[in-house]
């Protein structure tokens, strides 16, 4: 049992590049999101989806999208990158209802747009 | 939406004295209320957290209480050790509706041995 994985660890863009944050989670959750965080801004809710299909903003959606096409996966795609995205990214996930509700968090993605 | 404010963004305590870190939240009908503890360079891990039907949760050391009326929930910590040294985040959701979870800005927590 993985939990929540993320991939790149660590990522440099230059500005105007696209990508794709991978986020994966082996426990069967229905409810999945990403935050980035910044210095004293805490984690910021970006997307969030409460199931395959199904996809909503959080509070800073622009310049990011997001699809989930399987219960899964969670791909956080960056379609051209500025400075302003230079953040670290946290991808989680819980189930939705249920008895447990802790949610979890994966390692995180450092990204640097120049 | 939801806006969940948390003081003080930083607190330095001796070790042994108590710690209390207080969040208020916008969203009358949010109804979960975790606290997460995020040590430098790791990823947030759930501490403690609190359902609105319940007024006060405690587990060792750590204590959460929720206000519903005013809004407001606190984490408390006593005998602090110097390996509760961290960023503590309080959060708010509304399960059963929208569920997602708005995190306040953080608390970095220094205990000073």
């Known amino acids: 049992n993985a939990g929540v994985t993320q991939t790149p660890k660590f990522q440099v863009l230059k500005t105007g590049q696209s990508m794709t944050l991978q986020c994966a989670q082996d426990?069967?959750?229905?409810?999945m999101s990403w935050y980035r965080q910044d210095p004293g801004m805490g984690l910021r809710l970006i997307h969030y989806?409460?199931?395959?299909?199904?996809?909503d903003q959080g509070e800073v959606p622009n310049g990011y999208n997001v699809s989930r096409s399987t219960t899964e996966d969670f791909p956080l795609r960056l379609l051209s990158a500025a400075p302003s995205q230079t953040s670290v990214y946290f991808c989680?996930?819980?189930?939705?209802?249920?008895?447990?509700?802790?949610?979890?968090f994966g390692p995180g993605t450092r990204l640097l747009v120049l | 939406g939801e806006n969940v404010e948390q003081h003080p963004s930083t607190l330095s305590v001796q070790e042994g004295d108590s710690a209390v870190i207080k969040c208020t939240y916008s969203?009358?009908?949010?109804?979960?209320f975790p606290w997460y503890k995020q040590e430098l360079g790791k990823r947030p891990q759930l501490i403690i957290d609190?359902?609105?039907?319940?007024g006060e949760k405690k587990d060792q050391r750590i204590a959460v209480t929720l206000n519903k009326t005013a809004k407001h929930f606190s984490l408390h910590i006593t005998e602090t050790q110097p390996e509760d040294s961290a960023v503590y985040f309080c959060a708010a959701s509304r399960r059963g509706g929208s569920e997602k979870l708005v995190f306040g800005k953080g608390t970095k927590l220094t205990v000073n041995p």
């Open positions: 969203d009358s009908a949010s109804n979960y």
């Open positions: 609190i359902r609105s039907n319940v």
């Open positions: 426990m069967n959750h229905e409810y």
């Open positions: 989806s409460v199931g395959a299909g199904i996809t």
């Open positions: 989680a996930s819980r189930m939705t209802g249920g008895f447990s509700e802790t949610q979890y």
